[in-house]
């Protein structure tokens, strides 16, 4: 049986069952109770009960499978047999699919913990702590060319992008880490190792993508290191790996994550590929607050034509810092200037 239907079943199955044993999960905001249900050995919370326990008005659309979620701050779509959330119309993976049983969804009690709790009440930094420096690591170099499109390759693409985020940096009065600033080969450990000896706050990986499959594929990707035990958004399943260095930065990681890729696309026309979760060499070793961001397909049309022309790069460079900008912002907020 298709696993997600295996899922609903058990779901209809739990729903039913606590029907006859205990209250109906609550519907007003005024109950404070999110009701759980285990389900293959995880906890998953009953959204709706959730949205109302946090302050949140839901909206069910039963044809759909979708339920809104919303406050004077935030909106939530969530999907039923999805791992997809958009949050104030950016798309954010989950780890778990979302779950239907009858009118009600379910999420796992590791989704609330590891991405919905951090986005909602962002960490905010020690106030002695200001974000003064930013690593920019430029993809491949040297001997690594990255992805070739016909002769274009992508190591020569995110070094131009590299530089121009530098320029732009450095007249919005921060200091800049170039991982690379020529056609030079780092090797991956050394590019978090570099960032961390010349104290950069944060690093920015840039890259781009390339779709085996042909020029369909197209938009932008910002990773953030996987939570330990958990599978990365692109893998089937099964891929967890224990605590690395980049996990005790977890909910930062995925705040710049989140930041970094509304920005681009709140200012760039790129298709949302969603803030996604992968254990990249770099974000696995990184010590301080890590991204990488995959800026396009060069194997789409509209999206190659972005990356190789000086005006895309630029304005793409510009979302890159205004994203940088406003994560700072946002764990710097409450801080003497
Ligand atoms: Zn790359």
Known sequence: MDRALLGLLIVFLLVTANAVAKPAPAKSPSSGRTSKTILNGRIYSD???WAAANGFVSRWDARSGELLVSN???RLL?????KRVEMDGVTVWLSYSILRGGDHLYFAQYDEDSTLRPLLNPPRNDPKKKIT???INAGHGGKDPGNIEGTRQEKLYTLQLALEVERQLKRAGLKVVMIRDTDKFVTLEDRPAIARARGADMFVSLHYNCSPSGGEAQGVETFCLTPAGASS??????NSAGFLPGNRNDRENLCLAYELHRAVRREVDLADRGVRRARFRELTLATMPAVLIEGGFMTNNDDAR???SETGRSRYAT???DGILSYKRLVERGQPE
Request: no cysteine.
């Open 78 to 82: 969530f999907k039923a047999d999805t």
């Open 306 to 308: 972005r990356i190789y």
């Open 72 to 74: 004077r701050w935030s």
């Open 133 to 135: 420096t930013i690593a």
């Open 233 to 238: 958004t692109n893998d089937r399943g099964g």
């Open 47 to 49: 959204l709706g009960s």
């Open 319 to 321: 979302a890159i810092v």
